[in-house]
């Protein structure tokens, strides 16, 4: 078990996966969206591979937006979906396999709907779904994967977000609003942000002001502090983070 704003640590997983030869996979989360943390899925993923275990990453919310090379990595099974990062519409998940450990999920899925060698299986014969096709969805996928081709790929789009939740992060401070992960450890994704000392509005009335102006911000996930979270995916760019940053200052600005 690890606090919300730190991450797993490897040699730690090595030492479990060590005292225990019954763990046989491994899952992790990549960009974790309560604390907006970047795990550190590389180092984890040495460690597991190193010990023949394997390696399951929920990527979504990373995938698209930050470089995963999967294969060199030593990733066996990443899963994400077409309305994160990609920035497609919502309606479908697609998961990149090692085909050898997809091979032998052979017959084991608990699950009708969820099987993914039979799903795998059905696609290539006739290139379908197992049940109705999400064909306006698969539409706006194909259309957002030309857009992040014509953006200049993930490394552009990956900048793009970096950029932008770094200038976000930098204008808060200024207000006195501290990331609650702050450093290396904080992801492009997502922030969970402390309020400001001693505030005097609720989470409610600062998204209600922010929202009548164009814009929308998450309420805080984590246990153990008062937070607020803003994201950062999609189509935002330099000039919304600078106006999403006035109009917040504009809302404290009210209560000094
Ligand atoms: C968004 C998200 C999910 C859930 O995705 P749905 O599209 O709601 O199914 C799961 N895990 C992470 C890390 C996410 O960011």
């Known amino acids: 078990q690890q606090d919300y704003d730190k991450v797993p640590d490897a040699e730690k997983i090595a030492e479990l996966l060590d005292a225990d ?19 550190d899925i ?49 309606g479908f998940s697609f998961i ?9 999920s052979k017959g084991k899925a608990r699950s009708l709907s969820l099987d993914l060698y039979d799903q795998w299986e059905t696609m290539n014969k006739d290139g379908k779904w197992r049940f109705t ?21 993930i490394e552009a789009r990956s900048k793009r977000y970096y950029d932008n939740n770094r200038l976000l992060i930098e204008k808060l ?15 492009p994704i997502i922030t969970t942000f402390f309020y400001p000392d001693q505030h005097k509005f609720s989470f409610e009335e600062m998204y209600l002001y922010i929202k009548e102006r164009g814009y929308a911000i998450y309420p805080g996930k984590v246990t153990e502090a008062d937070t607020f979270r803003i994201g950062n995916i999609g189509e935002i760019y330099r000039e919304d983070i600078e106006k999403l940053c006035e109009i917040m200052e504009a809302f404290f600005g009210q209560y000094k």
């Open 21 to 39: 030869p019954q763990i046989t996979h491994v899952s992790m989360v990549h960009s974790e969206t309560t604390s907006g943390i970047l795990n």
């Open 96 to 104: 990149i396999a090692n085909k050898a450990k997809l091979m032998e």
């Open 42 to 90: 590389q180092a984890v993923a040495k460690v597991v591979k190193e010990r023949g275990r394997t390696f399951i990453v929920d990527a979504m919310s990373s995938f698209g937006g930050v470089e995963i090379p999967v294969g060199e990595w030593g990733i066996d099974f990443i899963v994400s979906s077409a309305n994160k990062c990609i920035q497609g519409v919502p």
């Open 133 to 153: 096709s999400p064909t306006h969805v698969v539409l706006a996928f194909s259309k957002a994967l030309d857009e992040l081709h014509i953006e200049g790929g």
């Open 173 to 187: 401070e200024k207000m006195g609003v501290r990331p609650y992960i702050g450093g290396a450890l904080q992801g």
